[in-house]
C-alpha cells in the first residue's frame, strides 16, 4: 500500500490498549461530552428546518455514488477545465510524491514560509513535516489547527481537531508557545474563547500579510466549470485563498462532484451536518486565476494515497462519498468516550473506523473496524448516506481474512469458534455444555454477576460483568416441568436465538 | 510513467465492475427534491435570518439607504472607508471618512489599516441568511471586503435568492465567488460560536426595497 504518512500515526498502539488510556482522562472525556453534546443538538436542530432532508441525503448519496463510478472521467474534465481558466493541474498517486510536488512548487517561488487553511488531506499526507525537511515553515491557521501546532499535539476531530482541548488548556497554550511562533499572546489572557480568538486573530495577522504562498485543501471541486470550493468559518481561508501571489490546493480525487450545479444540495447539507449552521460564515469558490483579484499562480495538486484502492472495493467504496463533515463523530458513543486520538489515525470516529484501513490495508489498522458497538447513529447522521455499520461488518470479515491469511495456526478465537460451532450442531452436546458452563461460572460468580477473570476469558470480562447464567437451562426446564422427554417445539434441529444466548455469547467472545 | 497515468489506471483498475462508456452516468433527481424553504416573505426570511448570525440588518426605501450607510459607519465609528470602483455614488453617504478608492490598487497594508468597507452585493440567499459577493462593479477584489474590521453591504430586495439553488443558479462560476454568512466566527473552542476571527468583526446589511420586487412577488 502507498504511503505511511500520517493517515496511520507510526507506533500508535491498537484500538483497545489506546482506548482504555483515553477513558481513564476524565477531563478529556468531560470535555468531549460537552462539546459533543453542545453540537448534536445544533445539527439536529437546523436539519429538522428543512423538510425534505432525507431527499437532499438521497440525493447527494447518488451524486457521489454515480461520480465515483466514473471517476477517471470526472477528474479529467477537472483538469482541463482548471487548465482553461488559468490553474496547473498535478497529479500524485501517494503522499510522498504530492509532498515533493509542493515542497518543488513552494522552493520555486523562492519562499520559505507559508500559511495554510485547515485540511485534511495535507494532515494525511503529513505536508508540514515535509515542507520542515526542506527548510519550509507551514504555518496553520485555523484555530484548532493553530491550537493542535502550538501544542505538539496531534488532532482528534476532523473539523475541530483540538475538540479533546477546554478553554483553560488553550489558554496555557497560547501563553506558553505563541511567542516562539511569533506574536506573543497578550498580557492578562483570559480563558473566555472570545478572548482565545482574538488573541489568535492578533497572532496570526502579521503572518497573513506578508504571506507569499498558501497552501489549502478544498471541499469540492466541479467538473464542468473547474471552480474549487472552500469552506470555512474565521476568515483564515480567506486570507489564505487571497491575499499570497501562489495558491497550492491538494485535493483528494474524491471530491470532485461533475458540475457546478451539484454544489446546490451539497451546500445545504454540510454546514448543517458540521457545525449546526444554516451557512458557515465564509465559503470561497475560485475558478483558476482571475487578473487583478487574489493569487496569480493556482496550483492543484490531485491525491490518490489509497483512494483508488478504497475504490476497488465494491462495498467499501461509499467511504469516498465523505464530505468530512464529522456529524459521525458527533453522535458516536464510542467516540464521545474514546476521543480521537485512540483511532490513532488522522482520520477518527466511524468514518475513520472505515476510511483508515481501506487507505492503508486492514493489516495495518484491524482493530479500527471494531472500534464501535454497530448501533448506526452514524449512518442516521450522514448527510450522504455512508452505510458505516456495513461497511464497518464487512471490513471485520476482511481482518479476519487478512489475520488467518498471516498465520500458520489458527488463533485462539478461530478455535473457539470450532468448538461453538461443534457445541451447538448436537443438541446433547449443548445440553452438556451448558450444564457444565452454569456450573463453572456459578463457582466464579459473586452475587449474581461474573466479573474479572484470569487468561484467555479476561478480555471479555475486563471491561464488563456478566449476569451468572441460571442453574438450569431452559431446554433442562422445559423436559422437566412438562415432563415427557420432549424439547420446545423447533429446537430440535437448531436451538432457538434466545434460549441459549448465554453460551452463544460466551462462544462470540474475542 | 507519471502521477497522473499511474493514478487514471489505477482508477481504472479499480473500476472494473462498471461498464466502461463514453458518458458518465447522469444523476436522475429524487422526486421532492427542489422543496421551497423559504416561503412567500424572502426579504422578512433574509433579514432575519442573517440577523441570526450577528449580522446587523436595516430595510430600508431606495431614497435611505446612503442615510443608513451613515448610521453603521457611524456606529462603528469608522473613520477611514474602502470604495471599491463601480459602487453607486447616490448609496454614498457625505461624511468626513477617509474614502480609500482602490485605484491605483491599494496596498494589503493600507486595505489592513481602513476601518471599514462598503460594497454592494451579487446576490443574497433568505434562507441561509447570506449575502453572495462576485468581485464585481461596486464589490471589488476580494481582499476589499477581507480586510477591513467592517463590512457595510448594500443588497438589493430583488436580489434576494429564496435558497441556495436558486442562487447558485444566478451566479457565473468563472468569476470569483463568496458566501457571507454574517461576521467571521469560530466553534473551535468547545464547539461554542464565538463571533469575530480573522474576517471583518462587524457585518451591516442595508437592504433597499426596491420596487421591482413589487411585480417579482405579483408574478409569484
Ligand atoms: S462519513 Fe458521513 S457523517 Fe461522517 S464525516 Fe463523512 S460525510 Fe460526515
Given at each position: 500500500m502507498s504511503g505511511a504518512d500520517n493517515v496511520i500515526w507510526l507506533g500508535a498502539p491498537a484500538f483497545p490498549d489506546?482506548?482504555?488510556?483515553?477513558?481513564?482522562?476524565?477531563?478529556?472525556?468531560?470535555?468531549?461530552?460537552?462539546?459533543?453534546?453542545t453540537i448534536r443538538d445544533k445539527r439536529l436542530a437546523v436539519a429538522a428546518e428543512l423538510e425534505d432532508w432525507e431527499e437532499l441525503r438521497e440525493r447527494a448519496a447518488a451524486v457521489k455514488r454515480s461520480t465515483l463510478r466514473h471517476l477517471d472521467q470526472h477528474l479529467l474534465r477537472l483538469e482541463q477545465a482548471v487548465t482553461a481558466a488559468g490553474g496547473t493541474v498535478h497529479w500524485a498517486a501517494d503522499a510522498a510524491e504530492a509532498n515533493r510536488i509542493v515542497t518543488n512548487l513552494v522552493q520555486a517561488t523562492g519562499e520559505s514560509e507559508v500559511v495554510k487553511v485547515k485540511s485534511m488531506a495535507t494532515q494525511e499526507i503529513g505536508l508540514n513535516e515535509a515542507l520542515a525537511e526542506a527548510g519550509i515553515r507551514a504555518y496553520e491557521t485555523d484555530l484548532a489547527e493553530l491550537i493542535v501546532q502550538l501544542g505538539n499535539d496531534r488532532p482528534s476531530h476532523i473539523l475541530v481537531p483540538a475538540i479533546h482541548r477546554g478553554r483553560s488548556e488553550i489558554r496555557e497554550i497560547f501563553q506558553r508557545e505563541m511567542g516562539a511562533w511569533g506574536k506573543p499572546a497578550p498580557e492578562g489572557l483570559t480563558d473566555d474563547p472570545r478572548d482565545l480568538a482574538e488573541a489568535a486573530r492578533l497572532h496570526l495577522r502579521e503572518k497573513f500579510l506578508r504571506a507569499k504562498v498558501a497552501?489549502?485543501?478544498?471541499?469540492?471541486?466541479?467538473?464542468?466549470?473547474?471552480?474549487?470550493?472552500?469552506?470555512?468559518?474565521?476568515?483564515?481561508?480567506?486570507?489564505?485563498?487571497?491575499?499570497?501571489?501562489?495558491?497550492?490546493?491538494?485535493?483528494?480525487?474524491?471530491?470532485?462532484?461533475?458540475?457546478?450545479?451539484?454544489?446546490?444540495?451539497?451546500?445545504?447539507?454540510?454546514?448543517?451536518?458540521?457545525?449546526?449552521?444554516?451557512?458557515?460564515?465564509?465559503?470561497?469558490?475560485?475558478?483558476?486565476?482571475?487578473?487583478?483579484?487574489?493569487?496569480?499562480?493556482?496550483?492543484?495538486?490531485?491525491?490518490?494515497?489509497?483512494?483508488?484502492?478504497?475504490?476497488?472495493?465494491?462495498v467499501g467504496r461509499q467511504a469516498l462519498s465523505c464530505i468530512?463533515?464529522?456529524?459521525?463523530?458527533?453522535?458516536?458513543?464510542?467516540?464521545?468516550?474514546?476521543?480521537?486520538?485512540?483511532?490513532g489515525s488522522v482520520y477518527p470516529g466511524p468514518i475513520g473506523a472505515v476510511l483508515t484501513p481501506q487507505l492503508v490495508g486492514i493489516e495495518q489498522a484491524a482493530s479500527l473496524p471494531f472500534a464501535?458497538?454497530?448501533?448506526?447513529?452514524?449512518?442516521?447522521?450522514?448527510?450522504?448516506?455512508?452505510?458505516?455499520?456495513?461497511?464497518?461488518?464487512?471490513?471485520?470479515?476482511?481482518?479476519?481474512?487478512?489475520?488467518?491469511?498471516?498465520?500458520?495456526?489458527?488463533?485462539?478465537?478461530?478455535?473457539?469458534?470450532?468448538?461453538?460451532?461443534?457445541?451447538?450442531?448436537?443438541?446433547?452436546?449443548?445440553?452438556?455444555?451448558?450444564?457444565?458452563?452454569?456450573?463453572?461460572?456459578?463457582?466464579?460468580?459473586?452475587?449474581?454477576?461474573?466479573?474479572?477473570?484470569?487468561?484467555?476469558?479476561?478480555?471479555?470480562?475486563?471491561?464488563?460483568?456478566?449476569?451468572?447464567?441460571?442453574?438450569?437451562?431452559?431446554?433442562?426446564?422445559w423436559r422437566r416441568t412438562r415432563g415427557d422427554g420432549d424439547t420446545p417445539q423447533g429446537s430440535r434441529t437448531r436451538g432457538r436465538p434466545g434460549e441459549n444466548s448465554r453460551t452463544t455469547e460466551e462462544g462470540e467472545r474475542r | 510513467m507519471n502521477g497522473r497515468d499511474t493514478v487514471l489506471r489505477s482508477i481504472r483498475g479499480a473500476l472494473s465492475d462498471v461498464p466502461r462508456s463514453g458518458t458518465p452516468d447522469a444523476v436522475p433527481a429524487p422526486p421532492g427534491s427542489g422543496a421551497d424553504h423559504a416561503g412567500p416573505d424572502v426579504v422578512?426570511?433574509?433579514?432575519?435570518?442573517?440577523?441570526?448570525?450577528?449580522?446587523?440588518?436595516?430595510?430600508?426605501?431606495?431614497?435611505?439607504?446612503?442615510?443608513?450607510?451613515?448610521?453603521?459607519?457611524?456606529?462603528?465609528?469608522?473613520?477611514?472607508?474602502?470604495?471599491?470602483?463601480?459602487?453607486?455614488?447616490?448609496?454614498?453617504?457625505?461624511?468626513?471618512?477617509?474614502?480609500?478608492?482602490?485605484?491605483?490598487?491599494?496596498?494589503?497594508?493600507?486595505?489592513?489599516?481602513?476601518?471599514?468597507?462598503?460594497?454592494?452585493?451579487?446576490?443574497?440567499?433568505?434562507?441561509?441568511?447570506?449575502?453572495?459577493?462576485?468581485?464585481?462593479?461596486?464589490?471589488?477584489?476580494?481582499?476589499?471586503t477581507l480586510l477591513p474590521d467592517q463590512h457595510v453591504c448594500v443588497v438589493r430586495s430583488s436580489q434576494i435568492a429564496g435558497d441556495v439553488p436558486e442562487a447558485l443558479g444566478r451566479l457565473d462560476p468563472l468569476r470569483p465567488l463568496t458566501l457571507v454568512s454574517g461576521p467571521s466566527a469560530t466553534s473551535d473552542i468547545e464547539l461554542e460560536r464565538v463571533e469575530g476571527v480573522h474576517g471583518p468583526r462587524t457585518l451591516d446589511i442595508v437592504v433597499i426595497e426596491d420596487l421591482s420586487l413589487c411585480g417579482r412577488l405579483g408574478a409569484r
Open positions: 489506546a482506548a482504555r488510556t483515553a477513558l481513564a482522562d476524565t477531563r478529556q472525556r468531560a470535555n468531549l461530552r460537552r462539546a459533543t453534546g497552501v489549502s485543501g478544498a471541499n469540492f471541486a466541479a467538473a464542468d466549470t473547474g471552480t474549487v470550493v472552500v469552506v470555512e468559518s474565521e476568515g483564515n481561508g480567506r486570507m489564505c485563498l487571497t491575499l499570497p501571489e501562489t495558491l497550492i490546493t491538494v485535493m483528494g480525487i474524491e471530491k470532485v462532484l461533475p458540475s457546478f450545479t451539484d454544489l446546490d444540495v451539497f451546500l445545504q447539507l454540510l454546514p448543517r451536518s458540521s457545525t449546526g449552521e444554516r451557512m458557515n460564515p465564509y465559503t470561497s469558490l475560485w475558478t483558476g486565476v482571475t487578473e487583478d483579484d487574489g493569487p496569480q499562480y493556482f496550483h492543484l495538486v490531485l491525491l490518490d494515497n489509497g483512494r483508488t484502492a478504497t475504490l476497488a472495493d465494491e468530512r463533515c464529522s456529524a459521525c463523530l458527533n453522535v458516536c458513543p464510542v467516540y464521545e468516550r474514546t476521543g480521537g486520538h485512540a483511532y464501535s458497538t454497530l448501533c448506526g447513529a452514524c449512518y442516521d447522521a450522514c448527510p450522504v448516506k455512508i452505510n458505516i455499520p456495513e461497511v464497518l461488518v464487512h471490513l471485520r470479515a476482511e481482518a479476519v481474512e487478512a489475520k488467518r491469511a498471516a498465520r500458520l495456526l489458527p488463533t485462539p478465537e478461530a478455535l473457539a469458534m470450532k468448538a461453538a460451532g461443534a457445541v451447538l450442531a448436537s443438541p446433547r452436546r449443548l445440553a452438556a455444555a451448558q450444564r457444565l458452563g452454569a456450573f463453572g461460572a456459578r463457582l466464579v460468580a459473586r452475587d449474581g454477576r461474573i466479573g474479572a477473570l484470569p487468561g484467555p476469558f479476561a478480555r471479555w470480562s475486563g471491561t464488563r460483568d456478566t449476569p451468572a447464567p441460571a442453574r438450569e437451562s431452559l431446554r433442562a426446564w | 422578512g426570511l433574509f433579514a432575519e435570518r442573517a440577523a441570526d448570525y450577528r449580522a446587523t440588518v436595516v430595510r430600508v426605501p431606495e431614497g435611505e439607504a446612503a442615510a443608513a450607510v451613515a448610521r453603521a459607519l457611524a456606529r462603528a465609528g469608522a473613520r477611514s472607508l474602502v470604495v471599491p470602483p463601480g459602487f453607486p455614488e447616490d448609496l454614498l453617504p457625505p461624511g468626513d471618512w477617509a474614502r480609500l478608492a482602490d485605484v491605483p490598487p491599494l496596498s494589503i497594508g493600507q486595505l489592513d489599516a481602513a476601518d471599514a468597507v462598503v460594497t454592494t452585493a451579487a446576490g443574497a440567499i433568505a434562507v441561509t441568511g447570506t449575502v453572495v459577493l462576485d468581485s464585481g462593479p461596486g464589490q471589488g477584489r476580494r481582499a476589499l
